[in-house]
């Protein structure tokens, strides 16, 4: 796996094209505007990164992140991810997403959301409740005392241990929160959303987390 490919460049692509970058990976970045307004970006991350049309991204990443708007969803290409893993990073904020009923009656998630759109990916939820500039900031080497968590959810085993190693190699530890139904216990609103936890903390998040209709 030597190739990522990221729809979206913005606050959380960007970061996370540094840390792929920084890891060894080739990085191909895409976002909305096109690939000649991501010049500055592809000359900081250097010789192993360039800029495509989200299409030439997704067809390009041996494994691709979804990291736009959560309202831009349904723009993302579905033929070039069509069998990939697909790491969603996407949260729901109604008054930039506009309102989506099924998130706002909880009868479904983002990441599922996401994966109906793309039904032969095998989404993973991560890297959705840390702050950006905290990626590059908080890793640390495995086995670090106290080292920061981050959850995953997904529905394919060895879609989530690709991107558990992943994120191991990034400087974290990860915390399983099941299969994609279960990625509200990290969503907007739930204590383990934001703060720095380790994998035991975030556990207990994740075991205290409630429904936006019980809070
Ligand atoms: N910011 C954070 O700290 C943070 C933390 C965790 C999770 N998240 C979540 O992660 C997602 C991304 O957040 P962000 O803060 O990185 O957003 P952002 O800074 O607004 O960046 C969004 C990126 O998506 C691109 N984009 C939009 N529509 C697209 C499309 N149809 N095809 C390809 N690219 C498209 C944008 O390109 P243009 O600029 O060209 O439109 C931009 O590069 C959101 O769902 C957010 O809630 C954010």
Redesign the pocket.
């Known amino acids: 796996m030597k190739t990522i490919g990221l729809?979206?460049?913005?606050?959380?692509?960007?970061q996370l094209a540094r840390l792929a970058a920084a890891h060894g990976y080739d990085v191909v970045i895409?976002?909305?505007?096109g690939p000649e307004?991501l010049s500055a970006l592809v000359a900081e991350l250097g010789p192993k990164a360039r800029a495509a049309s989200?299409t030439d991204a997704a067809k390009a990443g041996d494994i691709a992140v979804v990291?736009?708007?959560?309202k831009?969803y349904r723009?993302?290409p579905v033929a070039p991810l069509a069998g990939k893993v697909v790491i969603d990073?996407?949260?729901y904020?109604p008054q930039r997403d506009g309102h989506i009923p099924e998130l706002d009656d909880e009868s479904t998630t983002t990441s599922e959301l996401l994966q109906a759109h793309l039904p032969t990916s095998k989404v993973v939820k991560a890297?959705?409740?840390?702050?950006?500039?905290e990626l590059t900031t908080h890793g640390q080497p495995a086995g670090s005392k106290n080292r920061r968590a981050l959850v995953i959810a997904g529905d394919d085993p060895s879609a989530k241990a690709t991107v558990a190693k992943l994120l191991d190699e990034f400087g974290f530890d990860s915390v399983d929160a099941g299969p994609l139904k279960e990625g509200w216990r990290i969503q907007r609103d739930t204590p383990g959303y934001g703060p720095r936890r380790n994998a035991e903390e975030l556990r207990n998040d994740l075991q205290a987390a409630k429904r936006y209709r019980d809070q």
């Open positions: 729809i979206g460049a913005g606050h959380i692509g960007s895409s976002n909305s505007r307004t989200a990291t736009v708007p959560l831009s723009q993302v990073t996407n949260n904020y890297f959705n409740h840390i702050y950006a500039a």
